[in-house]
């Protein structure tokens, strides 16, 4: 290779070099930590986003209107206890954005059939009602869902993004 040609692609290749460093981030953007559990307790009014076991998240939420004590059957407006798994997510809902709880699970099933009623179902954690965003944190003054965890509308799009399908869902009371 003649030195004339050198020159030339050596010059190339450090302009490459240079164009590709002026071009990157000064700062990594950082990659979201995805949870690998959920942890509501209900007395706390707490959920806790976990990832290998330890809190990566906490938000304050406001569960159903009727009362602390465990859901028995549709329509008593409670929160369930036990144990769940995000099973699919809905963007398009009646609220901003909300995750669905596998409720009732089998034991859920079986206590409401030994009591002779329907166990309910489509608790989920969502936002808040479309068109109600205004709220903000201030509809955690009271618990005011049929049963659900819910959260507020910039809350339930960060954990939208943290919590994948399929993350098991501790529910206590």
């Not at 290749?13 to 930590?33: E, G, I, R, Y």
């Amino acid at each position: 290779m003649s030195p004339k040609r050198y020159l030339a692609a050596t010059t190339a290749l450090l302009f490459s070099a240079l164009l590709l460093w002026a071009a990157a981030p000064l700062t990594q953007t950082p990659v979201p930590v995805k949870a690998d559990s959920i942890l509501i307790l209900k007395k706390d009014h707490v959920m806790e986003l976990l990832a290998d076991g330890k809190v990566i998240h906490t938000y304050k939420v406001a569960l159903g209107r009727g009362g602390l004590a465990a859901k028995e059957k549709e329509g008593d407006g409670r929160t369930p206890e036990g144990h769940y798994v995000i099973d699919s997510k809905n963007a398009a809902s009646h609220y901003h954005k909300a995750l669905h709880i596998s409720y009732p699970n089998a034991d859920d099933r079986k206590r409401a059939s030994e009591m002779g009623v329907l166990p309910g179902g489509a608790i989920m954690i969502h936002g808040l009602p479309n068109g109600m965003q205004w709220m903000g944190a201030s509809h955690r003054l009271y618990d005011w869902t049929l049963g659900c965890i819910a959260v507020t509308d910039p809350e339930i799009d960060e954990i939208w993004n943290m919590v994948p399908i399929g993350t098991p869902v501790e529910v206590r009371p």
